[in-house]
């Protein structure tokens, strides 16, 4: 098991710099990763900084933690400055990056999407996240090549370097069960970052079908991460954490990202965050058995 911090990039976390030095902390208290979300804007009145920008602070602001945004929703992105953007990421960190991709948050349609008149409807949105997958796979090899879809068009390029890591920057896949197309999706890719409704019922037994049936639609049975993102794993009651974290073992998680959010400290989005006490929790390291 892995242990991630899973971090915001808006309210007082909107700033790069504020984020590096969150990530310098994270590293030297002995978190395996350090994540973030990507908005480029919020309902909220609050700063938002830009994801590749702030991972970028990040990389350069460490040595041995893994790092990505959860996730960059590719259907307003241009996926051939993804891939630049992402091979650059990679090889200033180190060969370190993850790439966390997904349609988007349907809840922020309006904001994020429709007030910048990019595409609203999900099933678009999965084709495009399809087509662009294959775009920047495709030009993070370094050989010649082309694309014809329905979406995106690419003549003969070539992009160099290519990412540090081999066989390609791993591509985690993010989706809501129980949606199924977003799960076969992730079965093509290195791994699955899901959501499960907690109004349906048992956590654990919805996220441990969800990683059964994603398993049992791969082609291969190599290496593959089951991420998933959860309260702070102390709190209420750090006397819990460890059967917590053998529960989530036992679902098949090889990585547990714990929310660095203010409503899990007494405070509200739009209020003052308690930055202190989320600090302080950053800097106690992960729930390690």
């Not at 702030?54 to 041995?64: I, P, V």
């Not at 409807?121 to 370094?142: F, H, N, V």
């Not at 919805?206 to 994603?214: I, M, N, S």
Request: a neutral charge.
């Amino acid at each position: 098991m892995k242990f991630g911090i899973y971090l915001p990039n808006f309210g007082p976390f909107g700033d790069a710099r504020a984020l590096a030095r969150l990530a310098a902390l994270a590293e030297q208290a002995g978190w395996d990763g350090i994540f973030i979300w990507d908005h480029i804007n919020r309902a909220l009145e609050v700063d938002v900084v830009d994801a590749t920008v702030a991972l970028a602070a990040m990389a350069s602001a460490t040595s041995r933690i893994r790092l990505g945004a959860m996730v960059t929703p590719l259907a307003r992105r241009r996926p051939w400055k993804v891939a630049r953007e992402s091979a650059s990421l990679d090889r200033l960190s180190g060969g370190r990056l993850v790439l966390g991709v997904g349609l988007g948050s349907g809840g922020g349609s309006q904001i994020e999407w429709a007030n910048f008149g990019e595409e609203t409807d999900l099933k678009r949105r999965a084709g495009m996240l399809d087509e662009a997958l294959q775009i920047i796979t495709g030009l993070w090899s370094g050989r010649p090549f082309a694309f014809e879809g329905q979406y995106y068009t690419v003549r003969e390029s070539r992009f160099r370097p290519s990412p540090l890591q081999s066989p390609r920057i791993p591509v985690w896949v993010a989706g809501n069960w129980p949606n199924r197309p977003p799960f076969r999706r992730m079965a093509r890719w290195d791994g699955m970052m899901p959501e499960v409704d907690l109004r349906a019922g048992d956590e654990l037994a919805q996220l441990a079908e969800a990683v059964r049936f994603t398993k049992e639609q791969r082609a291969g049975a190599g290496l593959f991460d089951v991420a998933y993102s959860v309260p702070p794993l102390r709190r209420p009651d750090p006397a819990s954490a460890p059967a917590r974290v053998a529960a989530f073992a036992e679902a098949s998680v090889t990585w547990l990202l714990e929310q660095l959010y203010p409503r899990h400290f007494g405070a509200d989005w739009e209020g003052a965050w308690p930055l202190e006490e989320m600090e302080a929790y950053l800097t106690q390291g992960p729930p390690r058995a």
